[in-house]
Nanobody, 115 residues
Framework: QVQLVESGGGLVQPGGSLRLSCAAS????????TGWYRQAPGNQRELLAT???????NYADSVKGRFTISRDNAKKTVYLQMNNLKPEDTAVYYC?????????WGQGTQVTVSS
């Protein structure tokens, strides 16, 4: 069974930083498009950032300039560097990888931004 294990969430003050990691147990990680999503209570799941197999990235306006998605294919890991965090960033964050008909999700990690 494919597993995506997330880590790096926690409590941080406004203006602080966190880095989320997501390690995937798939044979060839480099074939997958990867992304990060978040969902706050009462809200829909929001797509934050994606990175293609060719290395191009896309960001939601809400995080552009503050968050950076990256991947290490040798480590089969996708990262989300989050800087200048705001209270409205508080949510459960999920990683996702996708290849053709295969679509896998991490377990979610809580990020809380509060003073």
């Amino acid at each position: 069974q494919v597993q995506l294990v997330e880590s790096g969430g926690g409590l941080v003050q406004p203006g602080g930083s966190l880095r989320l990691s997501c390690a995937a147990s798939v044979p060839i990680f480099s074939l997958y498009v990867t992304g990060w999503y978040r969902q706050a209570p009462g809200n829909q799941r929001e797509l934050l950032a994606t990175t293609s197999t060719g290395g191009s990235t896309n960001y939601a306006d809400s995080v552009k300039g503050r968050f950076t998605i990256s991947r290490d294919n040798a480590k089969k890991t996708v990262y989300l560097q989050m800087n200048n965090l705001k209270p409205e960033d508080t949510a459960v964050y999920y990683c996702n990888i996708r290849l053709s008909t295969y679509d896998y999700w991490g377990q979610g990690t809580q990020v809380t931004v509060s003073s």
